[in-house]
């Protein structure tokens, strides 16, 4: 039998790439380089981009096209091509980023979506270039906490790779899961799925250069943590908690878990929410409804520094369903809490980065 180059391309347009739903031909991912020799055939299919969802599925069923079409005893060898530029591997990731800090907590209902909007903007009015990543795949808030839960990123052309334009309000660059479901609609994926989504907003975003990328945690520890352990170099991690023991003793576990020496991921220090509530009509009073100091109390003992202790005021509450975060009036009492946390943020990190460079 003698092949010949139409005899494969023939075979190849049996084949239908799911990404467009026309045939290999139709869709012109068949390269012009059919090289044969004797009963041997190589060529290369061309995709859009190295993290295609169909490439395997596509390369087997073009092999099994050609078997079945030409001939069994064919010596099937396909190269691939991309049109885009494959993503970088994880430890090139965000080489314009300066500083990587991870907003966490032990449990849910502390107010860490909220001190992690307020910081990031807080930081962005000190002047520096900030991005936020909202990596709770499940229960995702910062879309409606900075008022654009409508706002649909889009894609751009950044050296040859089709990336996700971060959304910027307030002078932050902002990306989170809810900007692609549906605001009502549970996210019911598997751990795979919900890894794979984070990966793509930290790896195909144009965050471009920044000073500070903030990254909103879900509560507790879980497969997203461990995912941005392993795909990105923290710079550290902030604590957040109210004072009562209860919420003190989650957040023993964040600590544990980011000081872990298979991760051993710097504690910036810890930040006591809901410190103290304070009534808009009696606004030199402190009610301690969760404990007093008990974040401080728990710095002392691990060492640890305090960033900030944010009083509680119905006005955060309010401001953050409207999408004005409190930081926003830094004539107020938390506005002006959230830009001392900032600066805190700013010297510990700055203090750190000191510190190596004395040791090297």
Same mark, same amino acid.
């Given at each position: 039998?003698?092949?010949?180059?139409?005899?494969?391309?023939?075979?190849?347009?049996?084949?239908?790439?799911?990404?467009?739903?026309?045939?290999?031909?139709?869709?012109?991912?068949?390269?012009?380089?059919?090289?044969? #020799?004797?009963?041997?055939?190589?060529?290369?299919?061309?995709? $859009?981009?190295?993290?295609?969802?169909?490439?395997?599925?596509?390369?087997?069923?073009?092999?099994?096209?050609?078997?079945?079409?030409?001939?069994?005893?064919?010596?099937?060898?396909?190269?691939?091509?991309?049109?885009?530029?494959?993503?970088?591997?994880?430890?090139?990731?965000?080489?314009?980023?300066?500083? +990587?800090?991870?907003?966490?907590? =032990?449990?849910?209902?502390?107010?860490?979506?909220? &001190?992690?909007?307020?910081?990031?903007?807080?930081?962005?009015?000190?002047?520096?270039?900030?991005?936020?990543?909202?990596?709770?795949?499940?229960?995702?808030?910062?879309?409606?906490?900075? =008022?654009?839960?409508?706002?649909?990123?889009? =894609?751009?052309?950044?050296?040859?790779?089709?990336?996700?334009?971060?959304?910027?309000?307030?002078?932050? #660059?902002?990306?989170?899961? =809810?900007?692609?479901?549906? $605001?009502?609609?549970?996210?019911?994926?598997?751990?795979?799925?919900?890894?794979?989504?984070?990966?793509?907003?930290?790896?195909?975003?144009?965050?471009?250069?920044?000073?500070?990328?903030?990254?909103d945690t879900p509560p507790g520890t879980s497969? +997203?943590?461990?995912?941005i352990l392993q795909t990105l170099k923290l710079?550290?991690?902030?604590? &957040?908690?109210?004072?009562?023991?209860?919420?003190?003793?989650?957040?023993?576990?964040? +600590?544990?878990?980011?000081?872990?020496?298979?991760?051993?991921?710097? +504690?910036?220090?810890?930040?006591?929410?809901?410190?103290?509530?304070?009534?808009?009509?009696?606004?030199?009073?402190?009610?301690?409804?969760?404990?007093?100091?008990?974040?401080?109390?728990?710095?002392?003992?691990?060492?640890?520094?305090?960033?900030?202790?944010? $009083?509680?005021?119905?006005?955060?509450?309010?401001?953050?369903?409207?999408?004005?975060?409190?930081?926003?009036?830094?004539?107020?009492?938390?506005?002006?809490?959230?830009?001392?946390?900032?600066?805190? &943020?700013?010297?510990?990190?700055?203090?750190?980065?000191?510190?190596?460079? #004395? #040791?090297?």
């Amino acid at each position: 039998m003698i092949l010949y180059p139409n005899l494969i391309r023939e075979a190849l347009q049996t084949v239908t790439y799911a990404g467009t739903k026309k045939n290999l031909i139709e869709s012109q991912m068949v390269g012009d380089d059919i090289i044969i #020799k004797g009963m041997s055939v190589k060529f290369t299919l061309i995709f $859009p981009r190295d993290t295609d969802p169909f490439l395997k599925s596509t390369l087997k069923a073009a092999e099994a096209a050609i078997h079945y079409h030409v001939s069994p005893d064919v010596e099937v060898t396909i190269e691939t091509e991309f049109l885009s530029k494959p993503r970088p591997k994880d430890d090139e990731l965000l080489p314009q980023v300066k500083h +990587i800090i991870a907003v966490s907590s =032990g449990k849910g209902g502390v107010g860490k979506s909220t &001190v992690a909007a307020n910081l990031a903007i807080a930081l962005a009015r000190l002047g520096y270039r900030v991005g936020l990543l909202d990596t709770d795949i499940f229960g995702p808030s910062m879309p409606k906490m900075f =008022g654009i839960e409508d706002a649909q990123p889009y =894609g751009v052309e950044v050296d040859g790779r089709t990336l996700i334009e971060p959304i910027e309000r307030y002078g932050v #660059k902002l990306l989170s899961i =809810g900007f692609f479901v549906a $605001p009502h609609t549970a996210t019911i994926w598997r751990g795979g799925m919900a890894t794979s989504a984070l990966k793509q907003l930290i790896a195909d975003a144009n965050w471009g250069e920044l000073d500070y990328f903030i990254l909103d945690t879900p509560p507790g520890t879980s497969d +997203i943590h461990l995912t941005i352990l392993q795909t990105l170099k923290l710079t550290g991690a902030v604590i &957040v908690s109210t004072p009562q023991q209860v919420a003190l003793a989650d957040a023993r576990k964040g +600590i544990d878990m980011y000081q872990n020496e298979k991760i051993n991921v710097p +504690i910036l220090g810890l930040i006591e929410n809901m410190a103290w509530f304070t009534p808009a009509e009696l606004p030199d009073h402190r009610y301690y409804i969760f404990g007093k100091d008990g974040c401080r109390q728990l710095a002392d003992e691990l060492q640890i520094p305090l960033l900030a202790q944010i $009083p509680l005021v119905q006005s955060v509450c309010e401001q953050g369903d409207n999408g004005t975060p409190a930081v926003l009036n830094a004539d107020s009492v938390t506005g002006q809490a959230f830009l001392a946390l900032a600066q805190s &943020v700013v010297t510990v990190v700055r203090r750190n980065e000191s510190a190596k460079y #004395k #040791k090297s």
